[in-house]
Structures are given as structure tokens and as C-alpha cells.
């Protein structure tokens, strides 16, 4: 893997000599001691060559000497500037380097959608793992509301199958799923018409063996049945961001 690492390394160093990750390093070397303090725990990536050797050398891992391939700099470009500031070891810098292995790798390169690396910088550490464990099954989700007057109320989840212990913010399992909606990733959808739920009243009708009983007609609720799951896009970006095999972990 030396001849392919020493070509990703060719790589990266002609990037960094581009205006907006020369810019970056500028900034970082003048910080006083209020950027200290405001980037104290940042690893300044683009300074440390050792982090980058790191970095290209999971990339090397993921692709063949003879599929290496000029990467595409729209999509390369920003990946250098995120990894400023991204832990090589993290999920997220797992998906940047599995995208960066696409772009370079000729039997994978019509995977790397110049989006990804937008969509990825938006992502919070949660939603990484969202994605991940989307990538590898569907969860059901049940809720159930109240009828009051004419209008639903009270949704609560009765039943979840996401690993919640997964995330930091279990919580904002929700929310997460809403903003992977609007990055047309993911999201939470019915999978049948509402089971309506009724009172404990009943009535009767017929006699013997043709008895039958009813509820009482008035209905209290309903349940709604919903899965979580990716997109086709989504799908798409999994295959070429998210990688297949991570130690997914709630992190402190």
C-alpha cells in the first residue's frame, strides 16, 4: 500500500496549498489566547502530519493499488477542511475517509455524490449513529393518541425499537430523525391506517351460538404504526459514507 499512500499523500498536500485551507492555517496560527481557550479541544489536523498519515492510511485499507484513481476535488476538497477539525477515530471521520475511498477508488468513484461531504458535516455524532444502525435494519416504532373532540392529542411512544442506549441524547430521537428527513436521508413513516382504539362499554347482538358482542362504538384513541428507515438516497449515502463495521457507543 506504500505506492497508494504515498499518492494520497501527494494529494493532500496539494490541496492544503489551495487558498481556503492555507486561509485556515493562517487563522489557527494567529489565534491569541481567546482562540486557545475557544479551540482547546480542537486537534489542528492540517498542522499534524502524523493525524493525516493516520487518516490516509484507513483510506489506504479500503482501497486496491490498481483501482486508485485522481479523486474528485469538489468532493475531496472539503473533506481536507472538515478532517481539520474532525477526530480521525470518530464516526464522523469514519464517513469522510469511506467517502474519500470512493472518490479515489475507479470501481466505487460513481458512488461519491459531491453532496456527501456537505451532508456529513452536518451531521451530529447521533445522527452518525442513526445512520449506521439504519444501514443494517428497519425499527418499528408504535405511538398511540387520544381523541378529544374532533382532534388527536397526547402522542405518546409506547413501543421503540431503536437502540436508545446508542445515542447521547436519547431524547432528541425525534428531532434527529426530523433534520435526516429534511436532509432526504430518513425518516419515520406510517406503515398502515391508524388502529382506532374504543371505550371498555359494549353491546350484544343475536342469541346462543350466533351471540356476538361490539364496542360501544365511541372511540378513545388510536395507535399509530410507523418504521424507521432510510431513504433511496439515503441508501445511497450509506453505501459510499457510512461504514459497515463501527463500535458504536454512547460517547462521554
Not at 447521533?126 to 398511540?144: S, T
Request: aromatic content about 10%; glycine content about 6%.
Amino acid at each position: 500500500m506504500s505506492k497508494a499512500k504515498d499518492k494520497l499523500l501527494l494529494e493532500v498536500y496539494k490541496d492544503l496549498a489551495q487558498p481556503s485551507v492555507w486561509e485556515i492555517g493562517k487563522i489557527l496560527q494567529g489565534i491569541t489566547k481567546v482562540g486557545r481557550f475557544a479551540f482547546a479541544g480542537f486537534d489542528y489536523l492540517a498542522m499534524k502530519q502524523d493525524r493525516w498519515q493516520k487518516f490516509l492510511e484507513i483510506i489506504g485499507t479500503k482501497v486496491d493499488e490498481e483501482n486508485l484513481i485522481d479523486a474528485q476535488p469538489q468532493i475531496v476538497g472539503p473533506i481536507i477542511e472538515s478532517m481539520v477539525y474532525t477526530d480521525v477515530e470518530s464516526l464522523i471521520g469514519e464517513m469522510f475517509a469511506e467517502l474519500l475511498a470512493r472518490s479515489i477508488d475507479k470501481t466505487n468513484q460513481d458512488k461519491a455524490h459531491p453532496a456527501f461531504p456537505q451532508i456529513i458535516r452536518q451531521l451530529s455524532h447521533d445522527e452518525a449513529v442513526i445512520l449506521f444502525l439504519l444501514k443494517k435494519k428497519v425499527y418499528k416504532v408504535d405511538q398511540k393518541w387520544d381523541l378529544i373532540g374532533n382532534r388527536s392529542e397526547n402522542m405518546k411512544t409506547i413501543k421503540e425499537e431503536f437502540p436508545l442506549d446508542k445515542l447521547n441524547y436519547p431524547d432528541n430521537l425525534w428531532i434527529y430523525m426530523e433534520h435526516l428527513n429534511n436532509l432526504a436521508l430518513a425518516g419515520t413513516w406510517k406503515t398502515q391506517n391508524d388502529i382506532p382504539l374504543y371505550d371498555n362499554k359494549s353491546y350484544t347482538e343475536g342469541s346462543g351460538a350466533l351471540q356476538v358482542s361490539y364496542p360501544s362504538g365511541k372511540q378513545t384513541g388510536g395507535i399509530v404504526k410507523s418504521e424507521r428507515r432510510l431513504t433511496d438516497f439515503g441508501r445511497l449515502f450509506a453505501n459510499a459514507c457510512v461504514p459497515d463495521d463501527y463500535k458504536v457507543e454512547s460517547q462521554p
